[in-house]
């Protein structure tokens, strides 16, 4: 069996499903534009040779950050964005897929002219089988793509995160991430070819399940074939036929039914282990028809009464929170490397966990998680407003989130909101409260292998774990609230820390029947010489303050007892957000093996 090596897979943008050799990455420079009076499509500035594209920008660099070229903060009704590809001598009976990681927010596409694709969410990837739409009188390297993006910096029914809605970045808000944000790649792939892979893992059971898609109805006798390895060992295989598009394998794997051993090849942060997958496609006469490398994880994650079980064992939550952004690129990170360094990072803060802020993160840096064992709590970004047209945007989005990532086992939890954004009367709309339980139970219905978070903070209606935002500012405070049995009673019983009902639409949970987490704290803010507006939850005057504040409220925290983990706010300074443990560029306010002690304990 052929794989590809750990590093190849980290630069691949589609980690989980790879075809070597068969891809080619669309990044740097493209022809672009901006498009004030919205003029464009009158103009048809999609067909070949017409438009001004007067200006160069550096792909998946969004226009407003330096790394694109454009530095561009203004108001502009669409971006246009224009290249010129080679597609590959010898495509014969081949396809040929287009594939854009993610565009902010609205994205129409356009090949040689023809109308491809039209995309709404600006944190979902897509894709489009172009080879129909090939002009065939063009040459072989002169075939051109177009995009056309628009994405309204006053729409607050638009999943926008963290993306300030203000011209300059205030408050907790920072700069915009608009049009192309992620890699935008080319993939040639047989006609008939595996389209999505859902891994499901069954630790009790001692099996993988695995549900395969493909592009395209396959012929009557075709059949998939999963072989899974473990360094190069064989652990198990299945092989079955496939109905139409579809096929459903579950892969024993025997090794497994050992008592004393299963825990060998399970995934954890201790020890990170994945199984290589080889994913076949074989013709009723044996023909290969599409193979491709893969990887999964063998891990379980519940709740069960008031403990938070990883793999049937206590799993204590160490997590910072991640808002994956950086001054020079924004939500898009510097290069690929960079994702394996953030992840590096949390790691070496002394951290088992991240809580992707307001984001969803790429899949490299999920893969990343999963290969050197980081736990994610995978969080999209919210609206700002309850209407009609916020719901069905959130919800489209969020299902297309959580099919894309549900494979990844680093993610042990799925979050749909966060401190009742774009809910914000959640406490006594019963039509708000319906959401929050719809969405919670749709992801549930989706993927009922991982806790879900109804909304992140306060104001649950059907969580899974019970999560409190709590920034005081000494651990004498935290002790008050959550050194005993009955202060962390009363602390959950009605109006929490942040001022907020902890529980709404019904009666909440009774003590010791959910698991508790301090899911944001600390904010501690130490920046000498920041700009003017830059703040944290509190200060540090020095390094020696910052080190003494931090370890009495980590001291706190960990004395409870009755925590299942807590979420420290954050790993680098963001915007004017001056509380990181880290600067913006990624450099520690403290010696790495001091906040190892602090965090780690």
């Known amino acids: 069996m052929t794989t590809t090596s750990a590093p190849d897979r980290g630069l691949h943008p589609r980690p989980q499903l790879i075809r070597p050799d068969r891809w080619w990455s669309l990044d740097g420079p493209w022809q672009f534009t901006f498009d004030d009076a919205d003029a464009g499509l009158r103009e048809r500035w999609y067909a070949p040779g017409t438009g001004p594209f007067d200006r160069e920008i550096v792909v998946p660099f969004p226009p407003e ?45 356009w090949v040689d002219g023809q109308h491809a694709v039209r995309h709404e969410g600006g944190q979902t990837t897509f ?11 063009v040459a072989a390297d002169a075939h051109v793509v177009v995009v056309r993006a628009t994405d309204s910096r006053t729409d607050v029914e638009q999943p926008r995160g963290k993306q300030d809605w203000q ?33 499901r ?35 198990g295989a299945a092989e079955v036929p496939v109905d139409g598009e579809t096929a459903l394998v579950t892969v024993p794997i025997p090794g497994q039914e050992n008592g004393q051993a299963y825990e060998g090849l399970l995934w954890s942060p201790e020890r990170p282990t994945l199984l290589d997958a080889d994913v076949t496609l074989l013709g009723g006469d044996d023909a290969v028809l599409d193979r491709v490398d893969a990887y999964c994880g063998l891990r379980s994650v519940q709740a069960d009464g008031d403990a938070l079980l990883l793999n049937d064992r206590p799993f204590y939550v160490r997590a910072v929170l991640e808002q ?63 209407s009609d047209e916020a719901v069905a945007q959130l919800t489209r989005e969020w299902l297309d989130i959580v099919r894309r990532d549900v494979s990844h086992p680093c993610i042990i939890a799925w979050v749909p909101f966060n401190e009742s954004w774009g809910v914000q009367h959640l406490a006594h709309d019963p039509a708000q409260q319906a959401y929050s339980r719809a969405l919670t139970d749709l992801t549930r219905a989706l993927d009922p ?3 879900v978070i109804s909304n992140d ?37 009605g109006v929490g820390p942040a001022g907020r009902r902890m529980w709404v639409g019904g009666p909440a949970p009774a003590a010791g ?57 954050q790993i680098t300074d963001t915007g004017l957000e001056t509380n990181g443990l880290c600067d913006e560029h990624r450099n520690p306010k403290l010696p790495l093996e001091t906040f190892r002690r602090i965090f780690a304990g």
């Open 65 to 109: 950050s330096t790394a694109s070229g454009i530095a561009d903060h203004g108001d502009h009704a669409a971006l246009w964005y224009r290249r010129t590809v080679t597609v590959p001598a010898g495509l014969g009976a081949d396809r040929l897929l287009l594939h854009l990681g993610a565009v902010d927010h609205e994205a129409d596409v």
């Open 127 to 137: 894709s489009v089988d172009v080879t129909d739409l090939l002009d065939p009188a």
């Open 167 to 199: 011209p300059d970045q205030h408050a907790i808000w920072y700069h915009r991430t608009s049009g192309i944000w992620r890699t935008v790649w080319l993939e040639q792939v047989p006609a008939v070819a595996v389209d999505t892979l859902s891994w």
């Open 201 to 235: 893992p069954d630790v009790p059971g001692g099996r993988m399940e695995v549900r395969v898609r493909l592009h395209a109805a396959a012929p009557a006798g075709t059949r998939v074939r999963v072989r899974l390895t473990h360094d190069g060992t064989p652990v």
């Open 324 to 386: 994956g952004y950086w001054p020079e690129s924004h939500l898009t990170p510097p290069s690929p490397e960079a994702l394996r360094a953030e992840v590096e990072l949390a790691l070496a803060l002394g951290f088992n966990t991240v809580r992707i802020h307001q984001k969803i993160e790429d899949p490299r840096y999920l893969y990343w998680c999963d290969v050197l064992g980081l736990c994610v709590w995978s969080e999209t970004a919210g609206a700002y407003r309850f």
């Open 449 to 451: 292998t991982r806790p």
């Open 457 to 493: 903070g306060w104001e649950h209606t059907s969580s899974d774990l019970l999560t409190v935002h709590d920034y005081a500012d000494t651990g004498a405070v935290l002790r008050e609230r959550y050194g005993s049995a009955a202060a962390l009673a009363e602390t959950l019983a």
């Open 513 to 569: 029947t959910i698991p508790v987490l301090l899911s944001e704290f600390g904010g501690v803010a130490y920046a000498p010489g920041a700009p003017a507006g830059s703040w944290g939850y509190s200060e540090a005057r020095s390094p020696e303050d910052l080190e003494a504040r931090l370890t009495d409220l980590l001291d706190a925290v960990r004395a409870s007892g009755l925590l299942r983990g807590f979420c420290y706010t």
